[in-house]
Nanobody, 116 residues
C-alpha cells in the first residue's frame, strides 16, 4: 500500500487549500480513508474520515470548515480546507488502517503552514 499526499503549502489566514492523497496497492473503493495532522510537539490527531459509504466524520475543530471527499475512479481522497487559521498549521497525513487493513499505512505527509 502506498499513499502519496500533495497540495500543502504556505497560505494566509482565511485562505483555502485542497490536499490530495493518491492511493495504490489496494482496491480503493473497499477502504475507508482518513486525514490526520500533527503540529510540532503535539500528537497526531484525526482530522476527518470518509467511509466506503461516503459517510464522513470530522474533528470538532474543523467541522464546517473542512470537507473530505473521495474519487474511487482515481483512487484519491481529498481534503478541502477553508477559512484556515494559524492553528491549522501542521503536517497532514493520509491514512488507511484497521478495520480495513491489518496495520496502519501512512503517507509521507504534506506541510500546511498558515500565517496570520
Amino acid at each position: 500500500v502506498q499513499l502519496v499526499e500533495s497540495g500543502g503549502g504556505l497560505v494566509q489566514a482565511e485562505d483555502s487549500l485542497r490536499l490530495s492523497c493518491a492511493a495504490s496497492g489496494l482496491t480503493f473503493n473497499r477502504y475507508g480513508m482518513g486525514w490526520f495532522r500533527q503540529a510540532p510537539g503535539k500528537d497526531r490527531d484525526l482530522v476527518a474520515r470518509i467511509f466506503t459509504t461516503r459517510a464522513t466524520v470530522y474533528a470538532d475543530s474543523v467541522q464546517g470548515r473542512f470537507t473530505i471527499s473521495r474519487d474511487d475512479v482515481k483512487s484519491t481522497v481529498y481534503l478541502q480546507m477553508t477559512t484556515l487559521t494559524p492553528e491549522d498549521t501542521a503536517v497532514y497525513y493520509c491514512h488507511v488502517g484497521p478495520p480495513y487493513t491489518g496495520t496502519d499505512y501512512w503517507g509521507q505527509g504534506t506541510q500546511v503552514t498558515v500565517s496570520s
